[in-house]
């Protein structure tokens, strides 16, 4: 089988990769323009950079000349987990293990860990210590706020896109990376990993007292957590939809075309349309692949939106999310004072709990702020590499309006110049895309990814069937229990089969993906952790949420009713449809 475009070296040090968690931002084959531009020049750095101010590892313990924490292999973005193991082994109170489990869930094959050389360092554990200290101690994250004033400022000052030449587009984006990506995603790497610790604390606290797994529910109604904001807000765009027939008599004849139709509804339809403005002005860097600039989103495909709203208007007003994450919140509170009671007699470890208590409500926060900012930061590349896509394809020059994705940066300026002769190059690399993307890359791989050619197509592999009475057991990721019907959607642009109360079965969500938990009773999901982003924000909407139920999509059929238990992290087969 041809290899793809754009690969990296796997590592000799760090030799354990897995699709885990960064499944939910690249779950596509990496586009050439992404690799060349974003991962190979930017990401990599940023990463060890990360690293390097936690205290965990010294720069000098990667190889200069590799990707080795972030890396595309197969065609496919991976997270290098040894030094993630690595990283917890070091790290005051954190294992190995918890690391696989905060960020990585249940992976189907993954070895062990096993000790190597270098992997115990004592300098590497002091400085992380005094780190994990400011973590524990700080009450507030200035460097993100920071950076959202910087990238909203961008925003802001978006130039006149129109005005300027193909070249000019070009400069701009690649300026906006050079300039602007590696400070924001070290700055998500420092933060996320950060926000491990005091997690990793409440875990070890909560167990010692007889309330093992309450900590997720320590995490959960943090408030401000921004990838969590767009979903409240569709809310409200929901309720209008919901409280005006003109409006829903629209939204049911389906998203296509909405938006035409609604300037013709009057009064009504003149309000939502300037609403959704707002919003999409707002939150219009969300989207499925929104790491892609290749990829849409809400801006540049608003019926991604409108779908969820769509959703989101047929719900009872008590599916309210900002009442629910008043309810996560309410409770968290009331665990937090009920645990530091029985801690009463043991000051320090009280002292310890509070403090880490009050670290994961900001880190969590935190890490979703540091992860907008680059998300929108990308969102102003791709307005500018997608209205050039536009232009080549209206005057004939290019097939789609997203090849710019399938050219490497070193050929832009060539192709920019005269796109014609490389032309059927890109057709041939969309279609080799294409091929990937129809063949399962393993989920984890040790030292050399298998050669591609040996990969099943994706979906052929039998699984189990399941039966009523099964207990599936993934990993706890929103607290509660529900039990509905099971609606399996695999694409968020077509939702249409989920009613609300239903029970949303998804294959792998970013939270572009959670408006989608709104409407729903429950969600599970084939892969994820406690850690992952689509965990995060169904905390914050108070959906029980089972990550990490392997196969579910698959296993689990459309229509059969089952019960979510966030708490236990299980999913019971009640009834087979």
């Given at each position: 089988m041809e290899p793809w475009i754009v690969s990296s070296k796997p590592s000799e040090r760090y030799p354990l990769w897995t699709r885990a968690n960064v499944g939910e931002v690249f779950p596509d084959p990496v586009a050439p323009l992404t690799f060349s531009v974003f991962m190979r020049d930017h990401t990599e750095q940023a990463w060890r950079d990360a690293m390097e101010r936690m205290g965990a590892f010294t720069q000098d313990e990667f190889a200069p000349d590799n990707m080795e924490t972030l890396g595309v292999f197969g065609g496919y973005c991976y997270l290098n987990a040894s030094v993630t193991r690595i990283l917890g082994e070091r790290a005051p109170g954190l294992s190995a293990q918890m690391m696989d489990d905060l960020f990585y869930g249940a992976q189907p094959g993954i070895p062990p860990y096993e000790p190597a050389p270098g992997d115990q360092n004592e300098e590497r554990t002091a400085?992380?210590?005094?780190?994990?200290?400011?973590?524990?101690?700080?009450?507030?994250?200035?460097?993100?706020?920071?950076?959202?004033?910087?990238?909203?400022?961008?925003?802001?000052?978006?130039?006149?896109?129109?005005?300027?030449?193909?070249?000019?587009?070009?400069?701009?984006?690649?300026?906006?990376?050079?300039?602007?990506?590696?400070?924001?995603?070290?700055?998500?790497?420092?933060?996320?990993?950060?926000?491990?610790?005091?997690?990793?604390?409440?875990?070890?606290?909560?167990?010692?007292?007889?309330?093992?797994?309450?900590?997720?529910?320590?995490?959960?109604?943090?408030?401000?957590?921004?990838?969590?904001?767009?979903?409240?807000?569709?809310?409200?765009?929901?309720?209008?939809?919901a409280a005006d027939p003109a409006l829903a008599a629209e939204f049911d004849k389906g998203v296509d075309g909405l938006l035409g139709r609604l300037q013709n509804a009057g009064p009504a339809g003149a309000a939502f349309l300037g609403a959704f403005r707002q919003f999409i002005k707002?939150?219009?860097?969300?989207?499925?692949?929104?790491?892609?600039?290749?990829?849409?989103?809400?801006?540049?495909?608003?019926?991604?939106?409108?779908?969820?709203?769509?959703?989101?208007?047929?719900?009872?007003?008590?599916?309210?999310?900002?009442?629910?994450?008043?309810?996560?919140?309410?409770?968290?509170?009331?665990?937090?004072?009920?645990?530091?009671?029985?801690?009463?007699?043991?000051?320090?470890?009280?002292?310890?709990?509070?403090?880490?208590?009050?670290?994961?409500?900001?880190?969590?926060?935190?890490?979703?702020?540091?992860?907008?900012?680059?998300?929108?930061?990308?969102?102003?590349?791709?307005?500018?590499?997608?209205?050039?896509?536009?232009?080549?394809?209206?005057?004939?020059?290019?097939?789609?309006?997203n090849d710019f994705g399938l050219v490497l940066a070193s050929e832009m300026d060539d192709w920019l110049n005269d796109p014609r002769p490389l032309r059927d190059e890109l057709a041939r690399r969309r279609a080799l895309m294409e091929t990937y993307a129809g063949i399962q890359e393993p989920f984890v791989f040790w030292g050399n990814i298998p050669d591609p050619s040996t990969w099943a197509a994706r979906g052929a592999t039998e699984v189990e069937a399941v039966k009523a009475g099964d207990v599936l057991q993934g990993f706890p990721g929103c607290p509660g229990s529900v039990t509905g019907v099971a609606r399996v959607v695999l694409d968020p642009i077509d939702p249409t089969a989920l009613e609300p109360g239903d029970i949303l079965v998804a294959?792998?969500?970013?939270?572009?993906?959670?408006?989608?938990?709104?409407?729903?009773?429950?969600?599970?999901?084939?892969?994820?952790?406690?850690?992952?982003?689509?965990?995060?924000?169904?905390?914050?909407?108070?959906?029980?949420?089972?990550?990490?139920?392997?196969?579910?999509?698959?296993?689990?059929?459309?229509?059969?009713?089952?019960?979510?238990?966030?708490?236990?992290?299980?999913?019971t087969i009640v009834a087979l449809p």
């Open positions: 400085a992380i210590g005094a780190v994990f200290q400011w973590a524990l101690t700080t009450d507030r994250l200035e460097v993100p706020a920071e950076s959202e004033k910087l990238v909203d400022s961008i925003r802001a000052a978006r130039p006149d896109l129109e005005a300027m030449s193909n070249e000019e587009l070009w400069a701009y984006s690649r300026n906006l990376y050079i300039t602007y990506l590696g400070r924001f995603f070290s700055e998500h790497i420092f933060i996320t990993f950060l926000a491990t610790l005091p997690v990793g604390v409440l875990g070890q606290i909560c167990a010692a007292v007889g309330r093992a797994g309450e900590e997720i529910k320590l995490i959960s109604g943090v408030g401000d957590v921004a990838s969590a904001a767009p979903s409240m807000a569709m809310w409200k765009l929901g309720r209008m939809v707002d939150f219009g860097s969300r989207g499925p692949n929104e790491w892609e600039v290749m990829y849409n989103t809400w801006e540049t495909r608003p019926e991604l939106a409108l779908a969820a709203i769509d959703r989101m208007r047929l719900a009872p007003a008590d599916a309210d999310p900002a009442i629910r994450n008043r309810q996560m919140a309410a409770e968290r509170e009331r665990i937090t004072g009920e645990i530091s009671a029985m801690l009463a007699g043991d000051p320090e470890t009280q002292g310890m709990f509070l403090a880490a208590a009050r670290a994961a409500t900001l880190f969590q926060a935190g890490r979703e702020r540091t992860k907008t900012n680059n998300v929108k930061l990308i969102q102003e590349a791709r307005m500018a590499m997608h209205l050039l896509g536009k232009r080549l394809v209206d005057q004939g020059l290019a097939d789609n309006v294959p792998i969500t970013d939270p572009s993906w959670t408006p989608l938990f709104v409407s729903a009773g429950g969600v599970i999901v084939d892969v994820g952790a406690a850690q992952s982003h689509a965990m995060i924000v169904s905390r914050e909407l108070g959906i029980p949420c089972v990550p990490s139920v392997t196969g579910a999509t698959r296993r689990i059929p459309d229509g059969a009713t089952v019960t979510v238990n966030g708490d236990a992290g299980t999913v």
